[in-house]
């Protein structure tokens, strides 16, 4: 048998999921005191930003930095969090030809690390790049970084982390992927101030960031809670199966929950389910063309096996970056390094994190196995002693990262034409918009979109995180947006 299928009235906006984008836009309509309900199909708000619990131990899936060049952005967590937000420092490093380099790199570590031979090839090549692609307009991510730091740069820092991360080679990756990401990737930039080759000072990547002391997904519940309070309630455990429309507007969505399906009625919608899923949801269907389109979208999993240890972790790091190619996992987070309240006391926890599709081996392997591997794999280059690792458990995030492949441009800008010839639907987020973007990112885009639909206004979510203002680098900006996302009501 089928569900069973209910009708109710309308809700007034709806908001599809409960990450950083969802939970935001929801924050402003309740702001404005506007009918709205948030739906998540998830048993837990945040998204990819939530924090996992295991047998008492707390921890994210990626590592989720809080900083922002956004200033009401920051002043909101302030706001929701107080004294739990913490100020850490940051330390991490890199794991590269069988040795640690700083993170950002230093000169001594640099000319230890790849001595002086590499160094003045890398050099060379670098003054060739500048001559050799001085015209070019890359297409590509490994078109965008050798022209700007040579061949040997590209090849030592860039090429094999690359395919680890992405699964495809660089030659394939869009080059917007580069220009929204490394550009507060610090490596480069410390080999050719070595080398007396940067033309001008740049400024460094921030030293501390601000962290939750539970976790990233303390700031989601929290907010979930307060905007639950304020009038815009949060439904877990349900999961939008189709968006109804007429014509050039949304009238509806059918939302499932426990074998139940109803169909809701909304006066607007904002979405920050993935784009592809949020086409091929639409009643009547979108045209073939459309659809197709929407097919074309890929996304990269990722695979976080969290050791726990019987002793506390090994290094400082809140985080080390896996260049060597010996092992599969990319990155390994050290949770106690975030907060302390994160492990049990004389305890620690690593989480592993692995980027696969869904045919890859991680992907399939059941808690012990992946436990297994994580364990040798951190083990065969010394970062951990296997004997101490005494549990342990795999979380799986199926599309966790937007993919920028070959055919992503076109797909998206096919999607982004159709879905804007609706008058009362935006979309919003990391995966509302197939963009690579930071959590204070996805929730500029929300206070955008929540506007627009709220005042009529004409704000260009898609722009978010796209010009330097938004880069680590930059200066903290002010917005005469920023009161839509201050706190109309008291934490707790």
Same mark, same amino acid.
């Given at each position: ?7 109710? /009235?309308?809700?007034?906006t709806?908001?599809?999921g *409960?990450?950083?984008? /969802?939970?935001?836009?929801? !924050?402003?309509l ?18 990819? *930003? ?11 899936l990626?590592g ?45 570590d640099v ?9 003045a090839?890398?050099a ?10 001085r015209?070019?307009?890359p ?13 040997r740069?590209?090849?030592?820092f ?17 080059s ?5 990401r490394?550009q ?12 007396n080759?940067?033309?001008? !000072? ?15 997904g303390?700031?989601w519940?929290r ?5 639950? /309070?304020?009038?815009v309630p949060?439904?877990l455990? !349900? ?10 507007r949304v009238t ?9 399906e ?11 389910m993935?784009?592809s ?25 990722l ?7 019987d ?9 080390i ?18 907060s302390p309240?994160?492990?049990q ?8 994190e ?5 045919e890859?081996?991680?992907?399939k ?7 297994r591997?994580?364990t ?11 004997a101490?690792?005494?549990?342990g ?13 070959a055919?992503?441009r ?21 995966n /509302?918009?197939h963009?690579?973007?930071?959590q204070d990112?996805?929730?500029?885009? *929300?206070?955008?979109?929540a506007?627009?639909?709220?005042d009529?206004?004409e !704000?260009?979510?898609?722009g978010v ?5 938004y880069?680590?680098?930059a200066d ?17």
């Amino acid at each position: 048998m089928g569900a069973e299928k209910q009708t109710e /009235g309308s809700i007034g906006t709806g908001v599809i999921g *409960a990450g950083p984008a /969802g939970l935001t836009a929801g !924050h402003v309509l309740a702001g404005r005191g506007a009918p709205a309900t948030v739906f998540e199909a998830d048993g837990i708000v945040g998204g990819i *930003a939530k924090t996992v619990e295991f047998r008492g131990y707390r921890f994210d899936l990626g590592g989720h930095r809080f900083y922002t060049k956004l200033a009401p952005v920051q002043r909101m967590w302030e706001r929701v969090l107080g004294e739990e937000f913490l100020e850490r420092e940051r330390l991490s490093r890199i794991y590269y030809r069988q040795r640690f380099f700083d993170y950002p790199l230093t000169a001594s570590d640099v000319f230890g690390g790849l001595g002086p031979v590499e160094s003045a090839r890398c050099a060379l090549s670098y003054v060739w790049a500048q001559w050799r692609f001085r015209n070019l307009e890359p297409d590509t991510f490994e078109e965008w970084v050798v022209s700007r730091f040579g061949r040997r740069i590209y090849d030592d820092f860039f090429r094999s982390y690359t395919l680890k991360v992405w699964g495809i080679p660089g030659s394939e990756i869009r080059s917007e992927w580069a220009a929204q990401r490394i550009q507060s990737f610090n490596l480069w930039q410390a080999v050719l101030g070595i080398l007396n080759l940067r033309r001008e !000072h740049a400024q460094t990547l921030i030293e501390s960031f601000h962290y939750p002391r539970l976790g990233p997904g303390q700031l989601w519940e929290r907010l979930a809670d307060q905007i639950t /309070g304020a009038g815009v309630p949060v439904r877990l455990n !349900h999961r939008v199966e189709a968006v109804m429309h007429e014509g050039s507007r949304v009238t509806g969505m059918c939302v499932s929950e426990g074998g139940t399906e109803r169909e809701v009625a909304v006066d607007s919608l904002i979405s920050t389910m993935p784009l592809s899923d949020l086409v091929l949801a639409l009643e009547p269907r979108a045209p073939a063309d459309v659809r197709d389109a929407a097919e074309l979208l890929r996304y990269r999993n990722l695979c976080l096996v969290a050791l726990i240890l019987d002793e506390d972790a090994p290094f400082p790091d809140n985080w080390i970056y896996l260049h060597d190619s010996a092992v599969t996992a990319g990155r390994v987070q050290n949770f106690g390094a975030w907060s302390p309240d994160m492990v049990q006391p004389g305890a620690g926890c690593l989480g592993v994190e692995y980027f696969c599709f869904p045919e890859d081996d991680i992907w399939k392997m059941d808690d012990a196995d992946a436990v297994r591997l994580a364990t040798d794999e951190l083990a065969s280059i010394g970062l951990i002693d296997p004997a101490r690792v005494v549990d342990g458990v795999k979380v799986a995030v199926p599309r966790a990262y937007p993919m920028y492949d070959a055919q992503y441009r076109e797909a998206v800008a096919e999607l982004r034409g159709y879905l804007e010839s609706f008058d009362n639907l935006q979309t919003c987020g990391r995966n /509302g918009l197939h963009r690579y973007n930071n959590q204070d990112h996805s929730m500029w885009t *929300a206070v955008l979109a929540a506007l627009n639909l709220l005042d009529g206004s004409e !704000h260009d979510v898609w722009g978010v995180n796209v010009g330097d203002e938004y880069l680590e680098e930059a200066d903290v900006v002010e917005s005469e947006l920023g009161a839509e996302i201050a706190q109309p009501f008291q934490p707790d």
